[in-house]
């Protein structure tokens, strides 16, 4: 089976092969897929780290012919991979390392110098650090972000490999029976009147959630769900929390 790395800053990944359709998720740069279904113009993949499936365009797509085995992920909102030609890096995109220096992940490995890493373990601050990122639908960067894209991405950075949609991260982690015991980063996961699970954020604490709702934002969440100060009402109804296992 053919495979894929990505090459770009990010790559979108379309509900159908139609460069008008609905935007389901994004790839980030160095990482990689199998292609699935191959048109004269477009590439059905599974990505190798949530297996989601989608459409990219042919013009996008790069082999991964030798990506380097050893891999860090950025845990930046926005760093800078400095080389022959300079690259954009948003939070969760993986470079290879050898140790000493960076790759991008492509073409065999091209080096590289990251222009930014922390070493900051908390998801809290990671979350914070996309405050005031516009929402999109589909969005995993940046420049626009959805509320589970969020969600997965800053536990990526984390190691911590979560689905791509609310609905199926909310099969992860140990539940929480109250919002008075949740701990800072713990997920809480928000249903419709027909229960489904349509939303998903990260607790502050009992009392604060990080969410992406229009823009990543920091609101007041109760028993009741999240309260939008600016709209003076509650947006999200709350259904359960989970707890995440980090690493120590």
Not at 106 to 127: W, Y
Not at 197 to 219: C, F, N, Q, T
Not at 223 to 239: C, E, F, P, S, V
Request: some cysteine; glycine content about 8%.
């Amino acid at each position: 089976m053919l495979k894929g790395i990505c090459h770009l800053s990010c790559i979108p990944v379309r509900s159908a092969p139609d460069s008008k359709s609905e935007m389901v998720t994004q790839l980030l740069m160095g990482e990689t897929y199998f292609v699935v279904e191959e048109g004269k113009d477009w590439f059905f993949i599974e990505t190798d780290w949530d297996r989601y499936n989608g459409w990219i365009n042919r013009t996008q797509f790069e082999e991964n012919t030798n990506a380097p085995d050893t891999k860090v992920i950025t845990n930046s909102v926005v760093s800078y991979a400095i080389g022959e030609r300079n690259t954009v890096l948003s939070m969760g995109s993986e470079l290879g390392f050898d140790g000493e220096s960076y790759q991008l992940r492509h073409k065999g490995g091209i080096p590289v110098q990251l222009s930014a890493q922390n070493s900051i373990s908390s998801p809290i601050m990671l979350a914070e650090h996309f405050l005031g990122t516009p929402y999109l639908w589909g969005g995993r960067t940046f420049m626009g972000i959805d509320c589970s894209g969020l969600v997965q991405v800053v536990n990526k950075a984390l190691g911590i490999a979560l689905p791509r949609d609310a609905k199926d991260q909310a099969f992860a982690g140990d539940g929480v029976a109250f919002l008075q015991e949740a701990q800072a980063g713990d997920l809480a996961f928000f249903d419709n009147e027909e229960e489904r699970i349509i939303h998903v954020g990260i607790l502050k604490s009992p009392e604060e959630i990080i969410h992406a709702h229009g823009e990543v934002r920091l609101d007041r969440i109760d028993a009741q769900g999240i309260y939008n100060a600016d709209k003076q009402r509650y947006t999200h109804r709350l259904r359960l929390i989970k707890r995440l296992r980090y690493k120590a």
